[in-house]
């Protein structure tokens, strides 16, 4: 069972970690923590949330230090600067203006996916993320995801991601495919690691 959740309010650029109770989640539950914003007013710091083991990370995807609603992630750790302090360790920012990058996160074991859903026309990419990469902590660049069909115009890709132990998936508007008129469809992605090489697994098109 986990033992921290986070909650995002990205009205007023916040973020907080709760733990649980010793009598469960359906107890009552108290703030240990708020995450600091390294950011500006505006940039909807905690659209996105993850928490996994002791590392969370939070985006921003309205963020301008790249650019007008380029977008950032900032990690944080359980310990860092004393026990259960969630301190600041790391800010991503792989983006250009108008990407939204940090649109959605998620966590899993030492991985870390950011999507980033208007880059390129709205085409967007994913970014993988591996903390121990180069070095212990370092949270270095794995690899870039971009959709199956590279003609796709407001795809949004990476609108939505999520990974879990060696899977990631996403879902995006597939454009090419319509079944009627003005009905997008939606293209179902999974890739799968394979010797630290993120592979489309399925391609699933919904109509």
């Avoid at 914003?37 to 990370?57: E, M, Q, T």
């Avoid at 380029?70 to 360790?89: E, F, I, L, M, P």
């Avoid at 790391?90 to 108008?98: E, F, G, I, R, W």
Wanted: charged share 20%; net charge negative.
């Amino acid at each position: 069972m986990a033992t921290f959740a986070i909650v995002g309010a990205e009205g007023v650029d916040k973020a907080f970690v709760f733990r649980k109770p010793s009598d469960g989640w359906n107890g009552t539950v108290y703030q240990l923590a708020e995450l600091e914003n390294f950011g500006s007013s505006g940039d909807k710091f905690g659209y996105s949330v993850s928490i996994w083991g002791d590392y969370a990370a939070v985006g921003s995807p309205k963020n301008d230090a790249n650019g007008n609603d380029a977008g950032k992630v900032q990690v944080y750790y359980r310990n860092q600067s004393g026990t259960d302090n969630w301190g600041h360790v790391k800010t991503l920012s792989n983006c250009t203006a108008t990407d939204y990058f940090g649109m959605d996160v998620d966590l899993y074991n030492d991985i870390l996916v950011v999507g980033a859903p208007q880059h390129d026309d709205w085409d967007g990419f994913i970014k993988v993320y591996n903390r121990n990469l180069n070095t212990a902590n370092d949270w270095g660049l794995q690899q870039t995801l971009y959709p199956d069909n590279n003609n796709l115009v407001n795809a949004k890709f990476g609108r939505s991601v999520a990974v879990f132990d060696q899977f990631i998936s996403t879902a995006y508007y597939d454009h090419d495919n319509y079944s009627y008129p003005n009905l997008p469809c939606w293209q179902y992605n999974i890739f799968r690691n394979e010797n630290n090489n993120w592979e489309i697994l399925i391609l699933k098109i919904q109509k």
